[in-house]
């Protein structure tokens, strides 16, 4: 029998597609996505952006999959495997662990809220950008500290953590806060300009190498885009002193031989470390009697977890680059967006050591996994 057309007959929205309803604003999941960016502490001894993105994950777990989807069986097998380890490491360390496990639990939770289709991806986009346009803009006004005279730092914190930050969420906010390319290039500029006043030098070539590959490495294939990827972060890590230092950056001798002296103490470290790494949250040196965290996160991943740990981490990163390649190839910008999210975080891993095993890193893969939910182009695009 034809259904009786009525005033009545409201839409039912457990059948519209997925992408249909990732449109719509969901103010939850703005306003918790937007507190990200204040990396403030609380009262307690857990930063809040933490305690809003296990909110955000709880809230999470009381609604329904999108359209009833799991995670893939590799992503679910790579997270286990790495709250394993990372657990392991840290009872046969005898080390306190258990708030850095915590933290990765949370991440954990990200990757399967978003990849499960739990969180609208365009209200996730629309709160990054906000975030970020409104800590950039405090930073500039000298609100929330200035710890750096001449880079914005505030509520980001350390100029190249902040550029980190700003490089790899910047990238998800452009390409998910909308589908239109004047809302992308609104939010776009007052990124771009908040990169540039970190004056972090890694972070510039995050932001560039994101750019040239959505422009051009995208449309390689999975072979070719792979190796394009691995190149330029190739590159970052072996570019010659002399143009590391020259105009705007003269004046980092001082901070790069400090760097090199805490990376030679790190090797030291990992060199003495057992399979499973000195256990979470080890990934600290003493210079001088004071403490610096890593300034490389494959190697502080290594201190932490071991080689098995840096591999699992890696390994998620690459399923989700590769996941999204053929999408990419055909005109999906938002995917292609995540894959330039996928080399700003490998490129940023090569010279601060809180990357690989902090929130960006899960976000990145659940808007990844998120976006595998759509549906795909079908047309290659032209040329």
């Not at 204040?38 to 009262?43: K, S, V």
């Not at 990849?115 to 906000?130: N, Q």
């Not at 589908?179 to 609104?186: F, H």
């Not at 098995?308 to 998620?316: D, R």
């Amino acid at each position: 029998m034809a259904r009786i057309e009525s005033p009545w007959n409201l839409p039912d929205k457990t059948v519209i597609r997925a992408d249909e309803v990732d449109r719509e604003i969901r103010i939850t999941d703005f306003a918790l996505i937007a507190t990200l960016l204040l990396r403030t502490e609380t009262a307690g001894p857990v930063p809040l952006n933490e305690l809003t993105m296990a909110l955000l994950v709880g809230l999470a777990a009381m609604r329904p999959a999108r359209g009833g989807a799991r995670l893939p069986a590799v992503p679910v097998l790579l997270v286990g495997a790495l709250l394993a380890l990372l657990t392991y490491s840290g009872i046969a360390n005898d080390v306190e662990w258990t708030r850095r496990i915590g933290h990765v639990v949370i991440m954990a939770g990200l990757v399967w809220a978003f990849g499960t289709g739990r969180i609208s991806l365009r209200s996730a986009g629309l709160g990054l950008a906000t975030g970020l346009v409104v800590v950039m803009g405090l930073a500039v006004v000298k609100v929330g500290g200035d710890y750096y005279p001449g880079r914005i730092t505030g509520f980001l914190g350390d100029p190249n953590a902040g550029a980190y930050f700003i490089a790899v969420l910047g990238i998800l906010a452009v390409f998910f806060c909308d589908e239109r390319w004047k809302v992308r290039l609104a939010v776009a500029v007052p990124i771009v300009a908040g990169l540039v006043l970190t004056y972090s030098r890694t972070g510039l070539l995050a932001g560039a190498f994101a750019v040239v590959w959505v422009l051009l490495g995208r449309r390689l294939g999975v072979v070719g885009g792979a190796a394009m990827a691995f190149g330029l972060v190739w590159i970052v890590d072996n570019i010659p002193k002399s143009l590391t230092t020259f105009g705007p950056f003269s004046d980092r001798s001082g901070s790069d031989a400090l760097r090199e002296r805490i990376i030679a103490q790190e090797q030291v470290e990992i060199a003495a470390a057992p399979w499973y790494g000195n256990g979470p949250g080890t990934a600290t040196v003493n210079i001088r009697d004071l403490e610096f965290f890593f300034h490389n996160s494959y190697l502080a991943t290594r201190q932490e977890g071991g080689w098995g740990a840096l591999l699992l981490v890696l390994g998620l990163l690459v399923y989700t680059f590769v996941r999204l390649s053929p999408r990419s190839r055909r005109g999906d910008l938002a995917a292609a967006g995540v894959q330039a999210s996928v080399i700003a975080v490998a490129v940023m891993a090569t010279t601060l050591g809180e990357v690989l095993l902090d929130t960006p890193v899960a976000l990145v893969v659940g808007f990844g996994l998120g976006q595998a939910l759509r549906p795909a182009p079908e047309d290659p695009p032209d040329g």
